[in-house]
């Protein structure tokens, strides 16, 4: 593409489009944006031609790559079939079909697949369930959340509620779904301590508490605080002691990213209901899913004003269902989490040796998760992690940080070779921003 059509893009671009998270005086003035061509595999390529290593699966989406060629083909069989079709009241395949291996695949216990369009659909679907039921079961004076500090669930007013992190929460202070948060069990913390504030905060709150809402495992955006499964167990134990609902929000951690199918597997234990998205439809769609148990199920059946009057125009949409479907065929047939075990470890080494780098604070790594706190500031809005990116940039990686949080989660099928291209690359940027 000729420079003249690259800019007359970016043009556009910067006249009309509103870019998330992102400060849009700084963007117009200073940023000259990748202008994303096609992606293929662990890359994306831009309209020059020139590649990218995604590591970070295009925010955590692409878990088989883009464009698995499995994925695609079951998209375009689909897309010739039907596109759409409502869900009330009349049912097909691709949305049946994925329910039953869904439950299949689902840690014990959670039957029930409610589907929606994203993952903060997917946990305000948590929030309505889980408060619905107490307020026709008995406990009508269950309104409130507990959630974890730094915690990051999704964007509706419901989801931005449960949040912790405070520059996307603040502005909407006075407007929020009442929330306690409970000290954050990830680094530099430890388990123990927080499991004790997460049982004393409940026992004094348990009246009002419909349900405790979590991130097993790590808490992604806060700067992938990683966690001991210790603090699950106990989350699990605290919630049947007071009798209330424990949700995991794996929309980050699901299919794959810690090394196991579920981050709930770390433990060894099921929430009563489970939020998926993302790596759910493989990065190819919008859609999400929330699962449930028998009990939130069945609190909802009976006379029809006790049903679950919510929905979304495209629940269940039969192309994200059918590519849905067609994900968890490929993890199973491809032995996708088998094949991730060489590639954690490969990512665990590279993390160990940054941690000796002066300028680096801390490291940290769980399956396909690595993650390094560059010295100086913290917080979302730290500036550390973009002159690493620009760096990174250069050499052929779009590496996105978290603040000063510098990090990788690839594919969980990145080919070995380019798994080890993109740690050279991480390992070089780092060290030139030292
Ligand atoms: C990304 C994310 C969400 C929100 O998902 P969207 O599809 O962006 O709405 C919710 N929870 C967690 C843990 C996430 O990582």
Redesign the pocket.
Known sequence: MSDGEREHIVALDKECVWHPYTAMDDYRKRTDPIVVARAEGVRIFDVDGRSYIDANAS??TSTLGHNHPRVVEALKRQADRMCHAALAGITHAPAAELAARLAQAAPDGLDHVFFSD??????EVAMKQTLQYWQQNERPDRRAFVSLEGA????TLG?TALGGIDAFRKPFEGCLVKTYHAPSPGNPADAGTAAAALEELVAAHADEIAAVVL?PMVQ??SGMRIYDADYLREARRICDEHDTFLVF?????GYGRTGTMWAADHAGISPDVL?M??GFVGGTL?M?ATISSARIFEGFLGESDRAFYYGHTFCGNPLGAAVALEVLRVFEEERVLEGAKGKAEKIERTFRELSRLPHVAGVRTLGMIGALDLAGDAGYLADGGWRVYEEAKKRGAYLRPLGNVVYVTPSVNVPDAELEELLDILGESVRAVG
Do not use: L, Q, R
């Open positions: 925010w955590w994203n993952g903060s659909t997917a946990v990051f669930h999704g964007e989801c991130e992604g955006a929000d794996e929309v980050f951690t939020c998205a993302k919008p999400g």
